[in-house]
């Protein structure tokens, strides 16, 4: 490549494509002039860019000049092999690191960390007991973690106003007019997400892409307004809350406590039950709000599995052990389809006939406590190591997989 122009270079005798067979022919031959010993080789595999043949100057070589050119082949088969099961005994340090969460150590685990154990139980080892995590990358693009932090605290900073107040449709309306009260909020946030500064709210308006960020934020939020308006009225007992609780679990024998922790997103009190709100801002999907019954929740199956209802029927476990609600009715909300006409919030579970929304979640919280109990057990049971999941699935967007070879 040149920055000459092929006319210019014909013009003045320099060298164009013409020449590069030429070229390359003297190149290699200047390069064997003073070589005493000369080892040429070349690979007969044959690919889309390789036809597997030699060279035409090693040809050259061995047709015309005065020199004597052994060949040799050199042959190596590939075979796959099958990698080997990891297994990570749960002794020495693992061991140490795991009674750190039993009766009342300085560490926690929530629905998330269950979750991954549930996936694959040597995924839950590399994250939480190992410690290893993906490198931080600077991205030049709002990812589904920012898009989510701005959305819930945009809902966040909109509803503190109303926190322990009984709000009504109208109370949601007015909110819901001040559009340009959200807009502000939105890129707020989006400038403390994106560039760590809240104040560069001016970068944001001259950058087209998180203009759009912006613009399907602010959406989301009316869809909510509009949506929470029909539910009125209402009063929100907690936005982001912190929730912690302990679970007894039979470990080796005896009765251990083991803490968990969470953050709800919102706690609405309504007439009727405590309503555990989950705000979704992922790629929405009816199915992720379905489950066939409890103890599909806690199947090997990742189609069977719905994380989403795992979560918020383990927030409403430990809120109705922490303040002995009557009802508590778990609800997600997943913001992308908030506009749909049939949009509902209400996670259902499989009934003879059809699914049915869970109003009230108390006549399921025993047998879910129960299997997370058995669970837990497992978990902590020191005979039973860490070992990789057979679902293919669940391996192929895990971060781990490079290490142990699925």
Do not use: W
């Not at 500064?197 to 759009?212: A, I, Q, S, Y």
């Amino acid at each position: 490549p040149s920055l000459i122009p092929y006319n210019l270079r014909k013009g003045f005798g320099l060298p164009t494509v013409e020449q590069h067979e030429a070229m390359y022919a003297y190149y290699f031959y200047r390069l064997l002039q003073r070589a005493k010993r000369v080892r040429l080789v070349y690979n007969s595999q044959a690919t889309d860019s390789s036809t597997g043949e030699m060279s035409r100057y090693l040809r050259q070589l061995m047709m015309e000049s005065p020199h004597s050119v052994p060949v040799r082949s050199v042959t190596y088969s590939v075979t796959y092999t099958k990698p080997k099961p990891i297994a990570v005994e749960k002794s020495g340090e693992v061991l140490a690191i795991l009674n750190e969460y039993l009766d009342g150590g300085n560490r926690a685990l929530s629905a998330s960390s269950l979750n991954k154990y549930l996936e694959c139980p040597l995924k839950f080892y590399f994250e939480k007991i190992a410690q290893l995590h993906e490198p931080d990358e600077v991205t030049e693009e709002v990812d589904g973690r920012m898009l989510g932090n701005i959305f819930h605290r945009t809902m966040q900073e909109i509803y503190t106003p109303l926190l322990n107040k009984n709000t009504t449709e109208e109370d949601l309306k007015i909110l819901l007019r001040d559009k340009e009260k959200i807009a502000v909020l939105v890129e707020k946030f989006t400038a403390k997400e994106f560039f760590g500064n809240e104040n560069e709210v001016d970068e944001v308006r001259r950058n087209g892409k998180l203009l759009m960020v912006k613009e399907a934020v602010q959406k989301y939020v009316a869809g909510t307004l509009k949506y929470d308006a029909q539910r009125a009225p209402f009063t929100i007992a907690g936005l982001e809350e912190k929730i912690e609780g302990n679970i007894l679990a039979n470990i080796g024998g005896s009765e251990r406590s083991i803490k968990f922790v969470g953050s709800i997103d919102r706690m609405d009190i309504c007439t009727k039950s405590t309503c555990i709100i989950d705000y979704k801002t992922g790629s929405a999907d009816e199915r992720k709000t379905r489950f066939l019954s409890v103890d599909s929740l806690f199947s090997e199956s990742a189609n069977q599995r719905r994380p989403e209802v795992f979560q918020t029927l383990l927030y409403s476990l430990l809120v109705q052990k922490k303040h002995s609600t009557a009802a508590v009715q778990p609800a997600l909300y997943f913001v992308r389809s908030i506009y749909k006409n049939d949009f509902d919030s209400q996670i259902k579970i499989k009934s003879e006939k059809n699914y049915e929304e869970v109003d009230d979640a108390t006549p399921h919280l025993p047998r879910f406590e129960e299997l997370l109990q058995a669970k837990l057990g497992e978990l902590f049971d020191t005979s039973r190591p860490f070992v990789q999941t057979d679902e293919a699935d669940t391996c192929e967007y895990c971060p781990f997989s490079e290490i142990c070879h699925k």
